[in-house]
């Protein structure tokens, strides 16, 4: 049995937020919730956002070793860190699915690497890196961040890592073995 005021709405229980029980958001509210996350705070650099959209607790499982991942002051590093390294970066948001208190989002994350980033000094290069996000959302905030990136890709376009289908580091073609 479900405490009174506790019954599953849509299926899912109720969460209790700053003393009262409330209702969980529907599937396109948090796809909406997801989509202003990523256009404003990430593409428009509208940072103070980040403190209403993101719980103070929030955790992102997917920042390098090192970075900040808890709250929007995390989340304020990761995008003025990005914008350092790649100042026209963008994320162009493909798919996204919602189930129950989770959005997941597949994009391509795009831009020209013009200034330092992790020790990576600036190729001037322009890259585009499919990602993959899946966002926990608690009392209509972000509590929760993963993502699959192809970051092998993204080191090749920058010229950090030899691409071994694509032209060499020396310039030479590979000899045939």
């Known amino acids: 049995m479900f405490p009174p005021g506790r019954e599953p709405v849509g299926g899912q229980a109720r969460t209790f937020n700053a003393c009262h029980w409330e209702a969980p958001m529907s599937a396109e509210a948090n796809k909406a ?5 990523y ?3 990430f593409n428009r650099r509208n940072l103070a956002l980040a403190d209403e959209l993101v719980t103070p607790d929030g955790i992102n499982h997917a920042t390098p070793p090192g970075v900040p991942s808890v709250g929007p002051s995390g989340i304020r590093f990761v995008v003025s860190m990005l914008t350092e390294g790649f100042p026209d970066h963008h994320h162009a948001i493909e798919d996204l699915f919602a189930e129950g208190d989770k959005v997941a989002m597949r994009c391509t994350f795009s831009g020209t690497h013009t200034g ?3 020790g990576l000094p600036p190729t001037g290069r322009a890259f585009r890196q499919q990602q993959m996000h899946i966002l926990r959302i608690e009392g209509g905030k972000l509590a929760e961040h993963w993502a699959v990136r192809d970051d092998l890709a993204l ?3 920058l ?3 030899a691409n071994p289908n694509g ?5 030479k073609s590979p000899q045939p073995g």
Do not use: D, N
């Open 33 to 37: 919730l997801v989509r202003k996350f």
């Open 39 to 41: 256009e404003e705070v």
């Open 116 to 118: 330092g980033i992790l």
């Open 155 to 157: 080191m090749q376009q």
């Open 159 to 161: 010229g950090a890592i």
């Open 167 to 171: 032209p060499q580091p020396t310039g």
